[in-house]
């Protein structure tokens, strides 16, 4: 019989109640509201997003990375995995709870991602980042977006501010010639992907692993 679920931390965020939950010695979830956020056993997509954004990266001495969403960190440990130890990675994370779980009980599960020394935490909304670095002379090489819901039917063409048409915009003038944006999807969009060529992406769609629960990792590069 499965071990029942047990909440080891909690706190009332603007969107809700966020909780970290375990069960036996590794296996965590986090939710909102009650709504999975996120889940230890299946982090597929997260090690696809930061392995496959990092392997489409232009040669740099020094790439700069940045990735919206902490989660539980395994999109950052991917991502680190795949760096050179020259590299530097910016997290922006909305919520500092989270900084803290994964410092403190989820930091086995990533071997300590987050006090890598090339990592840096941001506590902002990561459209905030984008917005700004659009419009600074450096750049970043990756943009790997993780958040809790990736684009959709339903999304605003236009005013989503990470999916929709301007912010698209924002994001690749926040990336070096031949830059990666990579995100996570339940499913295929074509509006998403539409609007992703129009603000100047080349597009690669990925559906990892076999069988169960695929969701789409869209990894598109810059044009020059």
Same mark, same amino acid.
């Given at each position: 019989?499965? &071990?029942? !679920? &047990?909440?080891?931390? %909690?706190?009332?965020?603007?969107?809700?109640?966020?909780?970290?939950?375990?069960?036996?010695?590794?296996?965590?979830?986090?939710?909102?509201?009650?709504?999975?956020?996120?889940?230890?056993?299946?982090?597929?997509?997260? %090690?696809?997003?930061?392995? &496959?954004?990092?392997?489409?990266?232009?040669?740099?001495?020094?790439?700069?990375?940045?990735?919206?969403?902490?989660?539980?960190?395994?999109?950052?440990?991917?991502?680190?995995?795949?760096?050179?130890?020259?590299? &530097?990675?910016?997290?922006?994370?909305?919520?500092?709870?989270?900084?803290?779980?994964?410092?403190?009980?989820?930091?086995?599960?990533?071997?300590?991602?987050?006090?890598?020394?090339?990592?840096?935490?941001?506590?902002?909304?990561?459209?905030?980042?984008?917005?700004?670095?659009?419009?600074?002379? *450096? %750049?970043?090489?990756?943009?790997?977006?993780?958040?809790?819901?990736?684009?959709?039917?339903?999304?605003?063409?236009?005013?989503? +501010?990470?999916?929709?048409?301007?912010?698209?915009?924002?994001?690749?003038?926040?990336?070096?010639?031949?830059?990666?944006?990579?995100? !996570?999807? *339940?499913?295929?969009?074509?509006?998403?992907?539409?609007?992703?060529?129009?603000?100047?992406?080349?597009?690669?769609?990925?559906? +990892?692993? %076999?069988?169960?629960?695929?969701?789409?990792?869209?990894?598109?590069?810059?044009?020059?």
């Amino acid at each position: 019989m499965a &071990q029942p !679920w &047990q909440t080891i931390d %909690k706190i009332d965020t603007v969107d809700g109640l966020l909780e970290l939950r375990k069960r036996g010695a590794d296996d965590f979830l986090i939710l909102i509201n009650n709504r999975v956020l996120m889940n230890s056993s299946a982090n597929r997509s997260e %090690k696809t997003l930061g392995a &496959q954004a990092c392997a489409a990266l232009p040669v740099r001495p020094k790439p700069r990375v940045l990735i919206g969403g902490l989660g539980m960190g395994l999109t950052l440990r991917a991502t680190l995995d795949a760096l050179p130890a020259s590299a &530097q990675v910016v997290v922006s994370e909305l919520n500092p709870i989270t900084v803290t779980w994964c410092r403190g009980p989820l930091a086995e599960l990533t071997n300590h991602a987050v006090d890598d020394s090339r990592v840096s935490v941001v506590i902002d909304d990561v459209s905030k980042v984008i917005a700004a670095a659009s419009v600074k002379t *450096e %750049k970043f090489d990756a943009i790997i977006i993780d958040l809790y819901e990736g684009p959709h039917a339903k999304t605003d063409a236009r005013n989503d +501010p990470f999916y929709g048409s301007r912010a698209l915009e924002k994001t690749a003038a926040a990336l070096s010639t031949g830059g990666v944006f990579a995100v !996570w999807g *339940e499913n295929p969009d074509a509006g998403f992907e539409k609007r992703l060529a129009k603000a100047g992406f080349v597009i690669e769609r990925l559906r +990892p692993g %076999k069988g169960g629960l695929r969701h789409v990792v869209y990894v598109a590069r810059k044009s020059a």
